[in-house]
């Protein structure tokens, strides 16, 4: 009974200490952790298993996959980036579309860092890649051989950070036809900022994907 | 909050010429044959330089509390304790020779 009066009054005085805008912000983070957590776990099951494929060997990943269009595709990201900032400076100074202009660019460079995905996976198909085999020649010609756990290795990854992008291009959607709609001021445009801190985070796992998968 | 955005704006294109330069350093250095041991060292640290530059300017982890930096460098740290965690299961030379047939043998059995 002494403790129900205590809760009681605890209750009382209790003011919350997250804002509307920074509560939103920091369940984001959370996300993001959470999400850097996956990644983490398949980037390192990715090194465990290359490290591990022992006498099979494991065919170097330049072998296979072209680096050029991947660079392309890194730098499209780096510049949706670049137009996700841009977006949300533009709605920090009260300018509505501009900041739809640069949302729109930003979706735009999602959804064509995805149509050169689908188009490398494509490729990458019919050149024997598949979740349980590998290219029997080379980029160079040569004839190769390792371990096959490089197919389900990488379509996982990437297609795991595929499925952000397709998820950040919708959710960038929604809030450019929210900004279109007249939402966003210089006074209440934290869920801009949101978005934009998903929207890095696939770049930055991106950036991570890239050197890992790619370049090692 | 705006205030910040206003002082940071000529930083942007800035941070954006460092990542474009990092990435073409990048594939500078990951073409070239040579140590896997130096190139792993020098990719990773270019990752990483990147992965700052993101987080820190634009994602504003910067600006905000150091608290937050502190909190979400965390799953990186365990990330890397988790590869620490399993390479020496794994890269255990001597064991391996013998794990290996019966891997390519499970591998046939999958087929």
């Known amino acids: ?216 | 909050m705006a205030q910040n955005g206003h002082k940071e704006h000529p930083k942007y294109m800035y941070i954006f010429l460092w990542l474009a330069i990092l990435t073409a350093i990048e594939i500078g250095v990951a073409i070239p044959e040579y140590s896997v041991v130096l190139k792993a060292i020098l990719l990773i640290g270019l990752a990483c330089g990147k992965a700052f530059l993101v987080a820190a300017y634009f994602m504003h982890l910067k600006l905000e509390k150091r608290t937050l930096a502190v909190i979400v460098i965390t799953p990186f740290l365990i990330c890397v304790f988790l590869v620490i965690m399993l390479m020496p299961d794994l890269t255990n030379d001597s064991r391996l020779d013998e794990v290996a047939p019966a891997a390519e043998s499970a591998d046939t059995n999958a087929h």
């Open chain 1, 1 to 216: 009974m002494e403790q129900a009066t205590t809760l009681e009054h605890t209750e009382d005085v209790y003011e919350p200490s997250l804002t509307p805008d920074s509560l939103g912000k920091l369940g984001m983070w959370i996300f993001l952790i959470g999400d850097t957590m996956s990644f983490g776990a398949l980037l390192a099951v990715y090194a465990a298993l290359r490290a591990g494929a022992g006498a099979l060997g494991w065919v170097p990943p330049s072998e296979i996959l072209g680096i050029n269009l991947t660079a392309g595709m890194t730098f499209l990201l780096i510049c949706s980036s670049v137009t996700m900032v841009k977006a949300l400076e533009s709605i920090q100074k009260g300018n509505v579309s501009r900041m739809c202009t640069f949302l729109g660019l930003t979706i735009l460079g999602g959804v064509i860092f995805l149509g050169l995905q689908a188009y490398e996976w494509t490729h990458l198909i019919k050149h024997g890649l598949t979740l349980t085999g590998i290219p029997e020649h080379g980029l160079s010609g040569d004839t190769i051989s390792g371990s096959t756990l490089f197919g389900p290795t990488f379509y996982t990854i990437t297609g795991f950070h595929g499925l952000h992008v397709t998820g950040g291009v919708i959710y960038l959607a929604v809030i450019l036809i929210n900004g279109l709609r007249g939402r966003y001021t210089a006074d209440f445009h934290h869920e801009v900022e949101i978005v934009g801190l998903y929207w890095h985070f696939v770049d930055l796992i991106w950036i991570m994907v890239f050197t890992f998968i790619y370049l090692l």
